[in-house]
T-cell receptor
């Protein structure tokens, strides 16, 4: 069946370090890919999205490129801040029918000063 | 614009009891979703409504879970009777238009349920 594989956490980085969180999916026909973020004590919120192959989503210094050939949507940020500490979820959407988001298990990021 | 509202925020019940959660989506959003998020996992869709009709309830345990969205606005999710494995955060989300594949889903703060 359809599935999403995210990099196992937790991830601990020093401030200003480079961040990569890997995400790959196995499915046919995922028309859109999303990254959601959950800050401590807050609800899930959209971080960025890409709706077709080779699209790059970006927000708050984070970027991810929709790579159809490798079925990946890796999240990157060049210089993380303490305020980026959160849980990050990769979520392709199925399309054709219910448009159901299929969430990965989440990757917890802790950024230390 | 007001976000997705959920209540209660926390609920503790004993197994075999019943419980209900309420969700008020963003005004004008046609599509409403209920997700279950077990600790350490990503959210899993339970049911999706388009206005007041069910689009997808394939992962809803229908022997104990039920949901309704009267008048296409507010929604309630009920569990009866609850089991220990139902302990989770129940998230409500909404999206505008037809909930298409480009639409962003906006999430509420969730209801944290503990079944003892």
């Amino acid at each position: 069946g359809d599935s999403v594989t995210q990099m196992e956490g937790p991830v601990t980085l020093s401030e200003e370090a480079f961040l990569t969180i890997n995400c790959t999916y196995t499915a046919t026909g995922y028309p859109s890919l999303f990254w959601y973020v959950q800050y401590p004590g807050e609800g899930l919120q959209l971080l960025l999205k890409a709706t077709k192959a080779d699209d790059k989503g970006s927000n708050k210094g984070f970027e991810a490129t929709y790579r159809k050939e490798t079925t990946s949507f890796h999240l990157e940020k060049g210089s993380v801040q303490v305020s980026d500490s959160a849980v990050y979820f990769c979520a392709p959407i199925k399309g054709a029918g219910s448009y159901q988001l299929t969430f990965g298990k989440g990757t917890k990021l802790s950024v230390i000063p | 614009e007001a976000g997705v509202a959920q209540s209660p925020r926390y609920k503790i019940i004993e197994k075999r009891q019943s419980v209900a959660f309420w969700c008020n989506p963003i005004s004008g959003h046609a599509t409403l979703y209920w997700y279950q998020q077990i600790l350490g996992q990503g959210p899993k869709l339970l049911i999706q409504f388009q206005n007041n009709g069910v689009v997808d309830d394939s992962q809803l345990p229908k022997d104990r879970f039920s949901a309704e969205r009267l008048k296409g606005v507010d929604s309630t999710l009920k569990i009866q009777p609850a089991k220990l494995e139902d302990s989770a955060v129940y998230l409500c989300a909404s999206s505008s238009m037809a909930g298409g594949y480009q639409e962003t889903q906006y999430f509420g703060p969730g209801t944290r349920l503990l079944v003892l």
